[in-house]
């Protein structure tokens, strides 16, 4: 006699039912978890989650940039470039190490639709998420581009060729802002430039371009640099500048010529506008300038070239022969030399406005090689003979 197979009793089947269904519903919570920590708006919630997952197992390697380099490189973004087309060209440059990990990002974040066409600067030390961000701005890619007071402008063409986010030269610039270029008219006869400088020659634009950290559009021209730096100067130099000079009865051009002097003279800023004073008297009484900073311009890179300001021997003060602009040299000229000979800190040009009445004519360099020591006319010989202890 056959035995009838056993029939699974109804609270097992119960307990098998509730283990079911608390397996499903931990399974929705579950995924409902996951699709919140997943959910992108806009993305499908599938794709969502395996991005999400992608890019946390690789976080790592998200904040490791593909370099350590602070140099810029010009990365073009052409109009219809894909996200696939931007991160295979940021891999051709090193500036990331995984294109397909960049595309992850821009897409899980929703970048992809913003990346924006353009020139950008991007360095290999940043990393995919901020290399991402800075794409969608195109409007925020600049050249930085910085100048110092004290510069003439041979050193600012040489900032130019070493910056390779510009598209010209400096030999470019110079020919722009050089002797004998066009100057824009209001500007020229607003500051008092003359049509020919003492020594013959049509003037620069040497001293009135404004020293500074300027960020620079892609692309800009010779012409937009120098109309930039200009228009710094008028910025900076207020209608008071002009009145002061003229009660002076000076032009901003004379004005801006003896501050360039100031300028290389001063090595604590707080004594400027008393060596201004110490000029200004000569040129009132009237006696040579005697400026140590108009021989080196004079001298120039003709004894070194790493440097435009060469330290100056005994025998350079009353040379006659080799220098290329001798008609700079105070030594040997009187009054005010030709025209600027770098570009002045506004400092230095409100030293020149604001040089306090003394009766000093003279100063030489202190012992602490950094302050002068200033004397009188009648202190003459003691100025010649100072030494220090």
């Known amino acids: ?18 283990l079911a269904l608390a397996i499903g519903l931990v399974a929705c919570v579950a995924g409902a978890g996951l699709f919140l920590w997943a959910r992108q708006d806009g993305l499908n919630p599938v794709r969502a989650i395996q991005l999400r997952i992608a890019l946390a197992q690789r976080e790592d390697d998200l904040n490791t940039p593909a370099g350590a380099s602070d140099a810029y490189q010009r990365f073009v973004v052409s109009g219809g470039d894909s996200a696939y087309a931007i991160a295979h060209n940021l891999l051709a440059q090193r500036l990331i190490t995984d294109a397909e990990l960049f595309v992850d990002y821009v897409q899980y974040h929703r970048l992809d639709s913003q990346l924006e066409a353009g020139t950008f600067y991007l360095r290999d030390r940043q990393t995919i998420p901020e290399i991402a961000r800075a794409l969608t701005d195109a409007s925020a890619a600049t050249v930085p581009f910085r100048t110092l007071a004290g510069w003439r402008v041979e050193e600012i063409a040489a900032v130019i060729d070493s910056n390779p986010l510009l598209d010209f030269s400096g030999a470019d610039f110079l020919e722009i802002v050089g002797r004998g270029a066009i100057i824009p008219a209001e500007f020229k006869n607003r500051n008092g430039f003359p049509d020919q400088m003492s020594n013959g020659q049509p003037p620069s634009l040497e001293g009135f371009l404004y020293p500074g950290t300027y960020q620079l559009r892609p ?37 801006v010529t003896l501050a360039s002097i100031v300028q290389r003279e001063a090595v604590v800023a707080e004594e400027a506008p008393r060596i201004a004073a110490v000029y200004l008297n000569r040129m009132r009484r009237p006696m040579r300038l005697d400026a140590d900073p ?21 025998a350079d003060y009353y040379a006659t022969g080799g220098l290329p602009n001798q008609s700079y040299s105070t030594y040997l000229n009187q009054g005010l030399p030709p025209g600027p000979i770098n570009s002045p800190s506004l400092g230095s040009i409100r030293a020149v406005l604001e040089a306090p009445q003394t009766d000093e004519f003279f100063f030489r ?25």
């Open 219 to 255: 692309g800009i021209t010779p012409v937009e640099v120098r109309d930039e730096m200009l228009a710094a100067f008028s910025a900076a130099v207020s209608d008071d500048f002009y009145l002061k000079a003229a009660q002076q009865g000076l032009t901003m051009y004379e004005v």
């Open 365 to 389: 360099l202190g012992c602490d090689n950094r302050t002068h020591v200033f004397f009188r006319l009648d202190q003459q010989n003691d100025h010649a003979t100072f030494t220090c202890p």
């Open 1 to 18: 006699m056959e035995t009838a197979p056993a029939t699974p009793s109804r609270s097992l089947l119960g307990v098998l039912l509730v």
């Open 294 to 314: 108009t021989v080196q311009y004079a001298l120039g890179d003709t004894r070194d070239a790493a440097t435009w300001w060469p330290p100056l021997t005994q």
